[in-house]
């Protein structure tokens, strides 16, 4: 809808600033429970710059439920014959150094999906499409968030109309901030964040070169791909396909001085390829390497999600990820508040729950991940002794493979989740298919055949294995009496409960592990539905 329809007496019950993929991913997840949500965006079409390509198996799991999974695989621009695998290379890209890299393949029978690889733009473009299917969501373009407010019980965000300048203000019971990395929402909510400068100046290109694509012939299955330099000093020489058009994009720090124009781009692609070839340099663009966390994640009734609550270099496809993932933790959350079956200790469980994955994300991922390789180009040089560079190569070439194996994000340490004792929340974990409080419910088929994830309900869903039907029967008068929607899914098991080694499992609408056990001796339902639901 275009700004000059919009009225200023609009009423919603949350309104979402900035309708980038993780806005209108909440606007989805929200507007699916039936809460009317209005969406503020300053850009009437997507930006054409392909950023945010890798989505994880977790990611495709959300666009599954949003109802958009098929038509998000069909919006790809690199066909999956060609394959959306990466590399390591050292020194250059051609040097004949190197491996294969962020493996997802390697989890991929925790998740009920598959990974996928697509620009930004498209990605956003499927979301906008799905959204406009939801009469429950109205999107604004071109309209930017100027001011928010909390005016204790409701929240008002006032807009301008980029076009006209005409000033415009809606209410809703929540207002919650997509609106990037320098959020006027969080400003003027009086969120600190906490930021860790790199004092690296970053370039971001996109081009297109024929050259180039037949010299990347070599690699087959491969999209995109890494390089570690010695000067650089572990930060990334970052190539990728944007299509087999011969687009492609590219990230690296330059010196301060080429902001300023006169840079020569073509060369120093060259460089990190290690061969000449056509470049036709389409966009540049430049940013300041940091990390950015947000101190809390909630003022109120003000909320920030995506890269206004944390930001960090585009490094390993975390970022629109962790994005998406927030959408998921928060939508739920404000729909059953709003609906009137969940409390505010569920709202406060957001930022607790997500602050801690995102610390543990840049602090064991990416920032050791420039540690680790600005360490080893410090140490090792093939130039000065061949034998212990190989050595430690083929090691790290092994270890590339633990890295996606090691990044399981969880919320063992949530106040939400019952039976977790002494684990805190983070992104580092183990995946496996045993059901643990906390952990992402690994997908299963059930006696009849069919995946358990296809069995899930929108609310929370009580996985009952060869339970008592006493036990069952409790979680189902505790649900009622609560007021609290559940699915009980039966089914049969064998003696030692199969796969996920528990009879009772309590999953959240966002496909977490509440709770799990095999009997009820020592929990009453009523207490363990309550406190994953923030009444308790």
């Not at 009622?480 to 080694?501: E, H």
Request: glycine share 12%; proline share 4%; with cysteine.
């Amino acid at each position: 809808m275009a700004a000059s329809h919009s009225r200023s007496d609009i009423h919603a019950q949350v309104i979402i600033a900035g309708g980038g993929p993780v806005g209108l991913g909440l606007a989805i997840e929200l507007g699916q429970r039936g809460i009317s949500t209005l969406v503020i965006e300053r850009h009437h079409t997507p930006q054409p710059v392909p950023k945010g390509q890798n989505l994880t198996q977790r990611t495709m799991e959300h666009f599954h439920f949003w109802g958009a999974e098929k038509q998000l695989r069909a919006a790809r621009t690199i066909p999956p014959e060609y394959g959306i695998g990466g590399l390591t290379a050292y020194g250059t890209l051609l040097s004949g150094h190197h491996y294969d890299w962020l493996q997802r393949e390697l989890v991929r029978p925790f998740y009920f999906t598959d990974n996928e690889r697509l620009p930004q733009y498209a990605t956003e473009q499927v979301l906008r499409d799905r959204v406009a299917e939801l009469a429950t969501v109205e999107v604004l373009y071109g309209l930017s968030a100027q001011a928010v407010e909390d005016r204790g019980d409701r929240a008002s965000l006032t807009a301008i109309d980029r076009a006209s300048g005409e000033s415009f203000e809606f209410t809703a019971d929540y207002v919650v901030g997509c609106d990037g990395a320098r959020s006027v929402v969080r400003e003027a909510a009086g969120i600190s964040q906490t930021r860790s400068d790199h004092d690296r100046l970053m370039a971001l290109l996109v081009f297109r070169s024929e050259e180039l694509d037949r010299l990347l012939a070599r690699f087959r299955g491969k999209s995109y791909y890494n390089v570690l330099h010695p000067d650089l000093e572990g930060y990334w020489q970052f190539f990728g396909r944007v299509d087999l058009d011969a687009h492609f994009f590219f990230h690296a720090p330059v010196p301060a001085s080429a902001r300023e124009g006169g840079y020569d781009f073509a060369a120093y692609l060259h460089r990190a390829v290690g061969a000449g070839f056509d470049v036709d340099l389409q966009y540049t663009g430049f940013w300041d390497l940091r990390f950015a966390l947000a101190d809390r994640y909630r003022a109120g009734r003000v909320f920030i999600a995506g890269d206004a609550a944390h930001s960090h270099p585009p490094y390993g496809g975390y970022g629109i990820n962790s994005g998406f993932e927030d959408a998921r933790n928060l939508g739920w959350k404000l729909a059953a508040v709003l609906q009137g079956w969940g409390r505010d200790a569920l709202l406060e469980s957001y930022g607790e729950e997500r602050h801690a994955v995102f610390e543990s994300t840049a602090r064991d991922f990416i920032a050791r991940a420039i540690e680790t390789d600005g360490a080893f180009l410090k140490a090792f040089d093939p130039l000065k002794d061949r034998a212990a560079f190989d050595q430690e190569w083929a090691a790290r070439a092994a270890g590339a493979r633990g890295d996606v194996g090691a990044f399981e994000p969880n919320y063992c340490g949530s106040s939400i989740v019952i039976g977790a004792p002494g684990q805190p929340s983070g992104a580092r974990g183990s995946h496996e298919f045993r059901a643990a409080a906390g952990r992402h419910l690994a997908p299963q088929s059930l006696s009849c055949g069919t995946n358990v994830y296809d069995a899930l309900g929108p609310g929370f869903t009580l996985l009952a294995l060869g339970a008592a039907d006493g036990a069952v029967d409790g979680f189902a008068h505790a649900a009622a009496a609560l007021g609290i929607p559940l699915t009980i899914v039966r089914d049969d098991a064998p003696g030692d409960a199969g796969p996920y080694a528990a009879r009772l499992i309590l999953v959240r609408p966002d496909h977490f592990i509440a709770w799990c056990g095999n009997d009820l001796a020592e929990r009453d339902p009523i207490e363990l539905l309550a406190a994953a639901s923030g009444q308790g």
